[in-house]
T-cell receptor
Framework: TQLLEQSPQFLSIQEGENLTVYCNSSSVFSSLQWYRQEPGEGPVLLVT?????EVKKLKRLTFQFGDARKDSSLHITAAQPGDTGLYLC??????????FGKGTHLIIQP | NAGVTQTPKFQVLKTGQSMTLQCAQDMNHNSMYWYRQDPGMGLRLIYY???????DKGEVPNGYNVSRLNKREFSLRLESAAPSQTSVYFC???????????????FGPGTRLTVL
């Protein structure tokens, strides 16, 4: 069974600060996806990274896929209250398709 | 486009009762999925349907059955609900371009189920 560990589990910071959340595994994934989920809604895809070492930017969000394709990080610059939510990583490569991590609960306080 | 819709949004059942959760997508996707989301457990796959006419078990299929009624609709049935099935249930769909349909998944808003 492939496992994805996300850290930290909870993070509360002030508006304007920078932060990084991590998604780690001992398994290799062919691709990795990041989703954001807001309260009362389903997850929404933010980005998919495919190549080891790949970096993708989405406005203030920077996603990186590890060289060995076992880990990924999400960095947010100048966090805003609208960034509040549950951030989930999901790896492709297991027998059942996507394997989801347990998520990082992020709160950005005004 | 409505995307992925789920009904009902909320449901309370007594132990032993049965119910069916409905899911429909209007994106002409081939693959559809049912997940449950529990605090501290993340999203766990219950069943999926890679294409119309096929269904396969996921990580936690016990106590559930599914029906891929047509390309648009994928239902999840609890025959005899148990308190351990209290959860938030999400349906998702994807184009199914990759072998196991692990391309972008589009999620519905969820059904919040409580079993007393």
């Amino acid at each position: 069974t492939q496992l994805l560990e996300q850290s930290p589990q909870f993070l509360s910071i002030q508006e304007g600060e920078n932060l990084t959340v991590y998604c780690n595994s001992s398994s290799v994934f062919s691709s990795l996806q990041w989703y954001r989920q807001e309260p009362g809604e389903g997850p929404v895809l933010l980005v998919t990274v495919v190549t080891g070492g790949e970096v993708k930017k989405l406005k203030r969000l920077t996603f990186q896929f590890g060289d060995a394709r076992k880990d990924s990080s999400l960095h947010i610059t100048a966090a805003q209250p609208g960034d509040t939510g549950l951030y989930l990583c999901a790896g492709e490569g297991g027998a059942d398709g996507l394997t989801f991590g347990k998520g990082t609960h992020l709160i950005i306080q005004p | 486009n409505a995307g992925v819709t789920q009904t009902p949004k909320f449901q309370v059942l007594k132990t032993g009762q049965s119910m069916t959760l409905q899911c429909a997508q209007d994106m002409n996707h081939n693959s559809m999925y049912w997940y449950r989301q529990d605090p501290g457990m993340g999203l766990r796959l219950i069943y999926y349907s890679a294409s119309e006419g096929t269904t396969d078990k996921g990580e936690v299929p016990n106590g559930y059955n599914v029906s891929r009624l047509n390309k648009r609709e994928f239902s999840l049935r609890l025959e005899s609900a148990a308190p351990s099935q209290t959860s938030v249930y999400f349906c998702a769909s994807s184009e199914g371009l990759s072998p196991r349909g692990t391309d972008t998944q589009y999620f519905g808003p969820g059904t919040r189920l409580t079993v007393l």
